[in-house]
């Protein structure tokens, strides 16, 4: 008997129905397969690198560590001498007293106070036997008031003016106290008048301040 054509025909759209969902899904688990692995590919490169700068970071954590001790040491070392570097006792109150962190901060200090240079230097000229006529300069605070600190400081000159009259040793002795201050003095021009027994100094000069360094800590996305 033979078979029925319109069973043949259901027959056949079954199987292309069924080829069809097979190669629907094959051609789905292939494109999920290429994404998926892509993904994967990406994220493993991604936490490769993630890893590399942890690591680059922990050995400048280790190596920062080991410059700060180093740091401490020198420092309890500078600081905790006998003797300060200009021999006076680190533990006095005389002109030439206190420790060496001290000298220093006093020597080029991290704030402008051009109140305090003019004390100075007027304390530096009375100790000499002399008699100051005059200090002036121009104070700037208001301007230097924006110029805290930076990550690559620059020393900034404090320009000032004296006026001194006295013998000649007491005018030599004020230079000598100059050239030996504890803040560094630049003289840019002097002059003297006068007779053996009284003369008269006029200096222009600067000191000098240097503000702050900052540390600028950031941080880094990785990419």
């Known amino acids: 008997m033979a078979a029925n054509p319109s069973s043949k025909r259901v027959l056949i759209d079954r199987a292309n129905s069924t080829v069809v969902i097979f190669a629907g899904v094959a051609a789905f688990i292939f494109v999920f397969s290429l994404v998926a692995t892509k993904t994967l590919i990406s994220q493993s490169s991604y936490q490769n690198r993630v890893i590399s700068a942890k690591r680059t970071t922990l050995k400048s954590l280790k190596a920062d560590i080991q410059a700060a001790n180093q740091l401490e040491s020198s420092y309890q070392g500078f600081t905790s001498t006998p003797q300060n570097l200009i021999g006076g006792d680190p533990n006095g109150t005389g002109p030439k007293d206190g420790d060496n962190t001290k000298i220093v901060l006093d020597a080029l200090p991290s704030t402008y106070d051009f109140p305090a240079l003019i004390t100075s230097i007027e304390v530096l000229a009375n100790s000499q036997n002399v ?92 990419k």
């Open 131 to 222: 008699t100051i006529s005059s200090i002036t300069g121009t104070d700037d605070e208001v301007a230097q008031a924006t110029n805290q600190s930076s990550a690559t400081p620059q020393s900034v000159p404090m320009p000032f003016q004296l006026a001194v009259s006295g013998d000649y040793t007491g005018i030599q002795n004020v230079i000598s106290q100059f050239e030996h201050s504890i803040r560094p003095v630049q003289i840019q021009s002097l002059s003297i008048t006068g007779g053996q027994d009284k003369l008269t100094m006029n200096i222009s000069a600067q000191s000098y301040y240097q503000p702050a360094k900052s540390l600028n800590i950031t941080t880094k996305v990785v």
